[in-house]
């Protein structure tokens, strides 16, 4: 989902006002992001659009997805300096917001990985109105799946649809009307049901809110060719459990309602910018020391 300037300009006019006093000031400065705690990065390049709108000078030094250490430099930006304080607050949530969405996205990949190679962790559409492209995006950083983007990519047929409808009559119902490259998904609350789906024609069967054995009969009931998918209150401490049990998706509302925010701190001027280095240097330095002594020590043993 693309990011447009248009949302871009929303953002900043829903911070900046009518009368922005506090950041009127004079000349030109420079700025960094600047990691506070480890993680995975997203959405910086975003945020250097944020400061790009505003017409300054931004490079981002992370990539989505990669890895980052407490005391890195995610991004620089230079320019005016009322034009750097504006954007900042904005550059900074939305970096802080995404890198949160995909490091808990990774944590949550990484602990399926322990049970399954082969699981896949997807969202949900439970994201935050106006930023579900940010937070989608996000979710693929940290290496996880965006599952449907909105209500057109796929249809899925809930209890609601199956209380108004009956099962059988929805899914027939949605098969005429969906177009033959869009897939039928149908939520169960019991193992049972799933095969039932399967037979009245759902490409997936979404088992919702049941313990992983339950999950585990269920999809072992399923025919050849129907993907089965488990939701439904899954958490990083359980995923792993559920990853276990033989099922082909996970999604989880969590990575995006639950993710909580990676910190960044945003600094301006140049003797900032020698003071970070100096403290990254410093940190560096430490770490090399330590890992020589601890070498060392192997050595010698």
């Given at each position: 989902m693309i990011i447009t300037s248009g949302q871009i300009e929303r953002w900043l006019r829903e911070d900046i006002g009518h009368d922005d006093v506090t950041n009127d000031l004079p000349g030109d400065t420079t700025g960094r992001l600047v990691a506070k705690e480890s993680g995975t990065a997203a959405g910086v390049d975003t945020a250097a659009r944020v400061f790009e709108y505003l017409d300054c000078d931004t490079v981002a030094h992370v990539s989505p997805g990669d890895p980052i250490e407490a005391g890195d430099i995610v991004l620089q930006t230079e320019g005016a300096a009322t034009s750097l304080l504006r954007a900042e607050r904005v550059g900074v949530n939305i970096a802080g917001h995404a890198s949160g969405v995909a490091?808990?996205?990774?944590?949550?990949?990484?602990?399926?990985?322990?049970?399954?190679?082969?699981?896949?962790?997807?969202?949900?559409?439970?994201?935050?109105?106006?930023?579900?492209?940010l937070e989608k995006q996000a979710i693929v950083a940290g290496g996880g799946d965006t599952h449907r983007l909105d209500l057109?990519?796929?249809?899925?047929?809930?209890?609601?649809?199956?209380?108004?409808?009956?099962m059988e009559t929805a899914i027939e119902r949605f098969r005429d009307r969906a177009s033959f490259a869009t897939k039928i998904e149908v939520e169960v609350e019991t193992p049972e049901a799933g095969p039932r789906a399967a037979e009245a024609g759902a490409d997936i069967v979404l088992f919702d809110n049941l313990a992983p054995a339950e999950i585990q009969r269920g999809v072992e009931s399923l025919p050849s060719g129907v993907l089965s998918e488990a939701s439904?209150?899954?958490?990083?401490?359980?995923?792993?459990?559920?990853?276990?049990?033989?099922?082909?998706?996970?999604?989880?509302g969590s990575l995006t309602h639950s993710a909580v925010s990676l910190d960044y701190s945003?600094?301006?001027?140049?003797?900032?910018?020698?003071?970070?280095?100096?403290?990254?240097?410093?940190?560096?330095?430490?770490?090399?020391?330590?890992?020589?002594?601890?070498?060392?020590?192997?050595?010698?043993?």
């Open positions: 490091t808990h996205t990774r944590k949550a990949v990484d602990r399926a990985r322990t049970a399954s190679e082969d699981v896949r962790i997807a969202g949900t559409r439970k994201t935050t109105p106006g930023l579900r492209g057109s990519h796929m249809v899925l047929i809930k209890e609601n649809h199956i209380a108004e409808m009956g439904g209150g899954i958490t990083i401490d359980d995923v792993a459990a559920y990853a276990d049990s033989g099922v082909d998706v996970i999604s989880m945003f600094r301006t001027g140049w003797a900032t910018l020698f003071a970070t280095l100096a403290a990254v240097w410093t940190q560096h330095t430490l770490e090399t020391a330590s890992a020589r002594a601890s070498e060392n020590s192997i050595l010698s043993a």
